[in-house]
């Protein structure tokens, strides 16, 4: 890799009205490059799934952080986003210690133009430590507790951020929680007074198919996970354990995992490990080595069926030996809850 500068800049812009804002801005002396994103298939490409909006702060932010990692191959330590909606320009940056920020309210319906020059102003404050002062502009800034950076960058593998250090990890149930919701709550308490020991919590900035989580969405989904925070909770933790088994060797011996039947059943198929012989091997790697268990709760698809029993029955028979399937009538009210319904709906 690279020599990294943290006053050098990679980043990609989004709209076939920042084309010329992508020419101009390879001009800076700060910027090493930046893609220009004609599309959604291209900005779903980049961020490896689907976006609510390609004009938002969050698909900036988002696009910053995959900048940011691209753009240290190149020596740069800034990762920028920019994507131009009808009346505002948005722009997230990432860097090592932060997750910042930009919506400017773009006046002269000029995008293009003005994207240029809003970039080569916010470089020059960013270099300079200076924050805009601008009544149009509103600028958010995340920064990090090292034990997030040191995650962020694979330094370490697991941060506790609640919990009492002495008591043991046994029960953990772990999600995006995108957001946490009464629904996560419900499931929590359940296997709390299934097993009789307190639910830790644990949400992965990292994920096979997806970028890693920046420092604003960790800490607003921290935030919400400690709003629902209850006595049955144990620990809180991140990690950056993308499958169970990472998380088994890296977080405590004997786990119990809390999982949707959804879940259950992509951990007993054979087409996520590559083949059947290594979902075995893997499936004996948590029982045998790390003595993990999974407590399942049955999972409403979004065609209104129910994975409950009848699934169960088709995993492979180390997997059911595992695992315990939770009657679907202890989770009836919180069945059709889901966080993805609750994020279009603007809810918290």
């Known amino acids: 890799m690279a020599q990294v500068d943290s006053g050098k800049a990679f980043g990609y812009l989004v709209g076939e009205d920042l084309r010329r804002a992508a020419a101009g801005a390879r001009l800076l002396p700060l910027v090493v490059g930046c893609r220009s994103l004609l599309g959604r298939d291209e900005v779903e490409s980049v961020l490896r799934g689907p976006v609510d909006r390609l004009d938002s702060i969050a ?6 952080l995959v900048a940011y990692f691209e753009g240290m191959t190149l020596g740069a330590g800034i990762g920028f986003g920019l994507c131009a909606g009808p009346n505002w320009l948005y722009l997230g940056v990432q860097t090592r210690h932060s997750t910042i920020s930009y919506e400017v309210l773009n006046r002269d319906k000029r995008p ?7 970039l080569s102003r916010v470089f020059v404050e960013l270099v300079h430590n200076r924050v805009p002062n601008r009544h149009d502009c509103i600028r958010r800034e995340t920064m990090a507790p090292k034990g997030w950076e040191s995650l962020l960058h694979d330094e370490v593998k697991v941060v506790h951020c609640a919990g009492s ?13 995108n957001p946490f919701h009464k629904g996560h709550a419900r499931l929590a308490e359940i296997a709390h ?4 020991r307190p639910v830790s919590l644990e949400m992965s900035i990292s994920n096979v198919e997806k970028p890693p989580l920046h420092y604003h969405a960790i800490a607003e989904r921290l935030e919400g996970l400690e709003r629902w925070r209850a006595p049955y909770h144990g620990h809180t933790v991140l990690t950056r354990g ?3 088994v990472e998380k088994a060797r890296t977080i405590s011996h004997g786990l119990t995992f809390v999982v949707g039947m959804d879940t259950l059943l992509r951990i007993g198929d054979p087409r996520f490990y590559g083949d059947a012989r290594s979902m075995e091997a893997t499936l004996t790697e948590l029982r ?8 399942a709760f049955p999972r409403a698809t979004k ?9 169960f029955l088709t ?6 030996e595992m695992a315990h399937l939770v009657k679907p009538e202890m989770v009836q009210e919180v069945l059709h809850l889901s966080s993805s319904d609750i994020r279009r709906r603007g809810e918290k």
């Open 242 to 244: 993308a499958t169970f």
């Open 165 to 177: 250090d002495d008591a043991p990890i046994e029960v953990i149930f772990g999600g995006s929680f």
């Open 288 to 295: 045998k080595d790390h003595d993990c268990s999974f407590l």
């Open 59 to 64: 698909t900036a932010r988002d696009l910053a």
């Open 193 to 196: 007074e299934i097993t009789g």
């Open 303 to 311: 065609d209104g069926r129910v994975l409950g029993h009848d699934e």
């Open 112 to 118: 293009a133009r003005k994207g240029h020059a809003f």
């Open 315 to 320: 995993l492979p028979l180390l997997l059911r």
